[in-house]
Structures are given as structure tokens and as C-alpha cells.
């Protein structure tokens, strides 16, 4: 049995991940951690942070309270939040019967990146909405969380990028190295699960590094029960499988997280960044 996590907080995408998670534990049994994380960055600085400020409603910078009782009651006010939040999940009819699927939720106080980068070696997937609920106050291409886990986690991360949407294909970039060999074993088991069918997107121009390509890809393909095409393409990788899930809405992309980059704390791969900059379609990264 799978043991997938997912960091909820309240966001839509965060929801969309959640909803995923359900859609993935139906088919391929497992237990989903649901888990909100007052983030503890917010309590340093209780008085002077206006988010802060404004989430104890003292109204004014001018309001003054005792550092250490701010400190605690911004923490009460976060957990309690927190708490909110997980007891109206069972509003989602998928999880208002755990017969149906089994999940656990908690509340912890840590800073989210740093706690989630730390636990994923615990889990099979984590499933995290691209942006959190703070997308509105930080610029870049994706929330600081989702990608600090990216780069510093260790299991495969599956991306919500839109709000859900069942998935009912895989398409997969595969070029015979380690991650896109993970990635295919595991949509290989996906779709043998799930009954849906797999989609591979060889990129290249060498005629003999593609045939060898679409050989391992065959071998891998042999030890599951679901449908498989292989389509061979002279454009950039990302360009293909971005065009593939434009023609075939309700797709799941499966990506390497990294190329061959040795400082790969550094270097997102060039696919994956792409990839996640402009897909419509729900992403997961095998790193």
C-alpha cells in the first residue's frame, strides 16, 4: 500500500492536489496524509509584520501587545485555523466515507519547505498545488514551497497547475535516462490501474539514438497491462509534450525533475521548467 502527502492550505490548487491524491489512492490503494502547516516563519516578528498584525486583528501598527503573548496568540490563531480548514475536508464526498479512501490529517508548526523537504522520503508522491495561498504576494513562476521541495525533496511530487480535472491519460518524456525510466514504471502501473492509456514523447534527431530509445521504451512497456504509444518527434521535448496534453485534455504529464546537471539543487531541468511554466495539464516529477 502507497502512502501519499499532501500539505493543504485552504488554496484551490491545494485542493486540486488533494482531489488528485483521492483520484490516485482509488486506484492505487494507499493512505493520504493530509496535513496543514502553520508556517512558524510568521511568528517572528509578530508586531512589526503587518500580515501578522493583520491576522490578529489589532488593527494599526500603533496597537501594542507584549512580544511573547502576540507570539503565542498568532500561534493559537494559525493552529486553530489550521484545524478549520481540515475539519471541513469532510465536505468532499470522496472522503466523508473512509471505507472508500483512507487518510489521516494533522496540523504542525514548522516552516513548510524546510518540514516538507525533510519528510517526503517518507512518502510514495506528495501532492502540491504549484502555488500555495500566498501566490498573490510572492513573484517567480511557482510558490517557494513547491519548488524548495522540488529541488530538496525526495519522491516524486505531483503538481496541481489548474483546479482538478480527472486525468485520463499519461504522457511521458522519455529519453531512457533514470528518471524518465522511474517515471514510465510508474505510469505504467498508473495506467494498468487506472485503465487509462500511456503516451511516450521520444525527442530527437540521431535516427539511431531514437531507435535505441523506443527499444528500452518497448522493454519497460512489456511489464504492464495498459495501452502504449510511442510518438517520435524532431522538436524539443517540452514543446511535444506540452502539445500532446493541448490535444489530449484530461492528461497527466510525467517529467524527470532533472537532466544530468551534477548541482541539481541549482538547475531545474530545462523539460521540467518548461514543462511547469506552461502546462495546463496536472505534472509529476520523478527526481
Known sequence: MKHYL???????????????????????????????????????????????????????????????????????????????????????????????????????????????????????????????????????????????????????????????????????????RPRSRQALAWAGMIGESMKIPVTLIVAGSDEKWVKGVVAEAHEINNSYDTSFTIRTIEKRAARGILDESKENPGSLICVGAFGDQPIRELFLGSVAEEVLRHSESPVMLFK
Open 6 to 176: 499532501v500539505p493543504y492550505d485552504g488554496s484551490d490548487l491545494s485542493e486540486a492536489a488533494l482531489k488528485y491524491a483521492i483520484q490516485f489512492a482509488g486506484s492505487v490503494p494507499g493512505v493520504i496524509d493530509i496535513v496543514y502547516i502553520a508556517d512558524e516563519r510568521a511568528l517572528a516578528n509578530p508586531v512589526f509584520d503587518l500580515t501578522i498584525l493583520a491576522l490578529q486583528g489589532l488593527g494599526t501598527v500603533g496597537d501594542f501587545i507584549p512580544r511573547e503573548k502576540a507570539r503565542l496568540e498568532l500561534r493559537a490563531k494559525l493552529v486553530a485555523h489550521g484545524e478549520e480548514l481540515l475539519e471541513d475536508l469532510v465536505k468532499i464526498p470522496e472522503l466523508s466515507d473512509q471505507e472508500k479512501v483512507k487518510f489521516s490529517t494533522r496540523v504542525e508548526v514548522d516552516n513548510p519547505p524546510k518540514y516538507l523537504s525533510d519528510i517526503s522520503e517518507n512518502y510514495d508522491v506528495l501532492f502540491l498545488g504549484l502555488w500555495g495561498e500566498m501566490h498573490k504576494f510572492k513573484a517567480g513562476l511557482w510558490g517557494g514551497t513547491s519548488e524548495a521541495v522540488i529541488r530538496r525533496g525526495v519522491s516524486p511530487i505531483f503538481l496541481a497547475t489548474r483546479e482538478f480535472s480527472p486525468f485520463s491519460r499519461i504522457i511521458i518524456g522519455f529519453d531512457n
